[in-house]
């Protein structure tokens, strides 16, 4: 195997240092990408990836990476991730914040927090994350604010989210002790780099980790439309919802990717008149909104073949040849 790239890595930790090499290596048109750590004399190797997609080899790459470098390996020669560039946030002072409140907050209040959460978001018919997001909790737990002018030193608390529901955040920080007090300066003398450099490794390990599940996603999808699947079993073999996959292949089909091979075997049970009619339908109402269209051929009655989820189904594989032709034709034009 002929090694192309590699690079030492080390992890010093109680006096001791651990020795690891990261490389890729391609033999017979295969890329091979392992791990190997070194310890008293000994060589463990661990392989990360062997195939022949080089974009599937960087995603993973990436993430495992990351989540190495989390755990306090560096390496000898900087630029495995620019790091000159990406390390360095545009809100670096936040960013530290945010760190500490990960690694140093109160977690019996973060709880206290969650769970008053949940209820205000039910009480408000609001999903959670828009009454306040996890990292805002942390930094109250953290914190503990215990006035107004405190509570809004925190990034993410403007003056809206303050009139709302700062008072009911004040009751619960009113009787808790902190060890020290605002403003939150100290955060960035106290804060060792090597913790807040691992939380930004930390960081981009859960950034990696969504983009390769998102690239082995579509790859579960595309070898299901090229092996002939149904759109239930590629639901099956990709697990996504019949939704999700529906509206992944309308991003599909806009990047040129083949859909035909499953638009037919889906829409096989559909009656052709009832395409056309679909049909006619986009090309009267344009093909924004399904509902019209809907109404437009069914006169606003429940389709009797189908739920009306599979016939929402149905409108929307029409709608992703439709406006392929009509993107085929402008070009053309």
């Not at 998102?214 to 996504?240: A, N, P």
Request: glycine share 6%; charged share 30%.
């Amino acid at each position: 195997m002929e090694v192309i790239f590699m690079n030492k890595l080390s992890r010093t930790s109680d006096q001791h240092e651990d020795i690891a090499q990261l490389w890729i290596g391609e033999e017979e048109n295969m890329w091979h990408l392992g791990w190997s750590r070194y310890e008293a004399g000994d060589r463990e190797d661990t392989i990360w990836y062997e195939g022949t997609s080089w974009e599937e080899l960087l995603h993973i790459y990436r993430h495992q990476l990351a989540m190495q470098m989390s755990e306090g390996y560096r390496p000898l020669l900087q630029g495995l991730y620019h790091e000159n560039e990406e390390l360095k946030p545009r809100s670096y002072a936040g960013q530290r914040l945010h760190c500490f409140s990960e690694l140093y907050g109160n977690e019996q209040l973060y709880e206290d927090l969650c769970a008053w959460r949940r209820q205000k978001a039910a009480s408000d018919r609001k999903a959670p994350y828009f009454v306040a997001t996890n990292r805002l909790l942390r930094l109250i737990s953290a914190f503990v604010p215990h006035t107004m002018d405190e509570l809004m030193q925190l990034p993410g608390v403007g003056e809206s989210k303050a009139s709302e529901y700062g008072l009911e955040w004040l009751e619960m920080t009113s009787g808790i002790e902190r060890s020290r007090s605002f403003p939150l300066d100290w955060v960035y003398t106290v804060l060792k780099e090597e913790e807040y450099d691992s939380w930004l490794y930390k960081q981009k390990e859960q950034k990696y980790k969504q983009e390769l599940d998102k690239f082995l996603t579509r790859k579960h999808v595309l070898q299901g439309m090229k092996d002939g699947q149904t759109l239930e079993e590629i639901v099956i073999r990709s697990g996504l919802s019949r939704r999700e996959l529906i509206e992944l292949l309308e991003t599909l089909d806009l990047e040129g990717y083949d859909t035909d091979s499953l638009l037919d075997v889906e829409l096989a049970v559909m009656p052709e008149a009832e395409q056309e009619a679909v049909w006619s339908a986009y090309e009267e109402l344009g093909d924004t909104f399904l509902k019209p269209v809907l109404h437009k051929v069914y006169g606003g009655e429940r389709p009797e073949a189908g739920s009306l989820e599979q016939v929402y189904e149905r409108l929307r594989m029409i709608r992703i040849r439709f406006r392929r032709h009509v993107e085929t034709e402008r070009n053309a034009g």
